[in-house]
Structures are given as structure tokens and as C-alpha cells.
């Protein structure tokens, strides 16, 4: 089972951190340009494509490795530990990528916001407010501990949704004889 789980996570985790290295240094060369929006549902869409390793995972291990047989708890388990290991591998990615390649990221990314605020026509007050908020923000994300609580909170919460759906899709009872 721990080889099956290793195997799934460290192939998913490979994938989704690819996906995010290569769109979020793509988006570093796209002064002025970036469209945050679409470039977040593209990072979403590369997660679940990620994660479909999930499902993948738990089927083998029902399949090939449990005679056909998992239970929703142990399909739910199995999903978790590839999610924590595809997750970690990256946070850990983008703590790489952020830190000696793209250390002024929340810069860029605090002026497109205050760029856009300003453009909707938004007051001084809400400008204030949101300058403040930002520059916050961009001193906590340079914290370690801050950084890798809310990377997890990016990418976790979908890698759950798909153990849970996947383990309800797939969980398969062992019949009783008669």
C-alpha cells in the first residue's frame, strides 16, 4: 500500500508543481499583463488534472492489490496520503520558486490588485484600506510558517474533495456468503 501511495503522490505531486512553476514563471514575464483571474482557474484546473491521480491510486490499490475489495474510510485514507504528499511537494516547490526566482511576486501581484481597485473607481478609503491589507499581507507571506499555511490552504482543500469523491465512487464492500 505505501508503495502504491508513493508512487500516485509523487507523480501527482511532479504534475501539479509543474503546472505552477511553469505558469506562475510564465505570468513573471508577462509585465502589466497579468490576468490573475484566468491565471487562478488555469492553477485550479491544473490541480484537479493533478489530483485525478487520486482516483487512479485508490482503484489500483482496490483492484490490484486488495482483490477488488476497499472500504470508504481506507479508500478515503489512501487518497489523503497521496493528497498530503502531491500537496507538500508543491508547497515546497513554490516556496523554492518564490523565494530565489520571484522574491517580489507579492509586490507584483499587490500593484496589479491596487492597479485594478483604482481602476473600478474605487475611493481613497477603499484605495487606503486595501494598500494597508496588501502591504500586510506581503510582509506576513514572507514568513516561513504564514507562507506554507496558506500554500496548503491553496491546494488541500481540492485534493479532499477528490479523496472524498473518489473513495464514494470507488469503495466496494466485500459480500458475505450465504
Known amino acids: ?11 501527482s505531486g511532479l504534475m501539479v ?10 505570468l513573471s514575464h508577462c509585465e502589466g ?6 491565471s487562478m482557474m488555469i492553477g485550479y484546473a491544473s490541480m484537479l488534472v493533478a489530483f485525478s491521480l487520486v482516483f ?7 483492484d490490484k492489490l486488495n482483490q477488488g475489495f476497499i472500504s470508504f ?8 496520503a497521496i493528497v498530503l504528499i502531491a500537496s507538500t511537494m508543491y508547497v515546497i ?15 507584483k501581484f499587490s ?8 481602476s473600478s473607481g474605487a475611493s481613497e478609503t477603499e484605495i487606503a484600506e486595501k494598500t494597508a491589507e496588501l ?19 491553496e491546494i488541500l482543500p481540492i485534493g479532499i474533495l477528490v479523496s472524498l469523491i473518489s473513495s464514494l465512487i470507488l469503495k466496494r464492500k466485500q459480500s458475505q456468503p450465504a
Open 135 to 153: 502591504a500586510k499581507s506581503t510582509e506576513m507571506y514572507k514568513k516561513p510558517l504564514y507562507f506554507f499555511m496558506i500554500t496548503y490552504m
Open 93 to 107: 516547490s513554490w516556496r523554492i520558486d518564490y523565494v530565489y526566482f520571484m522574491p517580489d511576486f507579492m509586490d
Open 73 to 80: 474510510g481506507k479508500a478515503f485514507g489512501i487518497g489523503l
Open 111 to 118: 500593484a496589479k490588485m491596487l492597479d485594478d481597485l483604482k
Open 1 to 11: 500500500m505505501k508503495k502504491n501511495i508513493l508512487i500516485y503522490g509523487i507523480i
Open 17 to 26: 508543481s509543474t503546472f505552477m512553476l511553469i505558469s506562475m514563471n510564465y
Open 56 to 62: 487512479v491510486g485508490i482503484r489500483n490499490y482496490r
Open 33 to 38: 499583463n497579468v490576468d490573475y483571474g484566468t
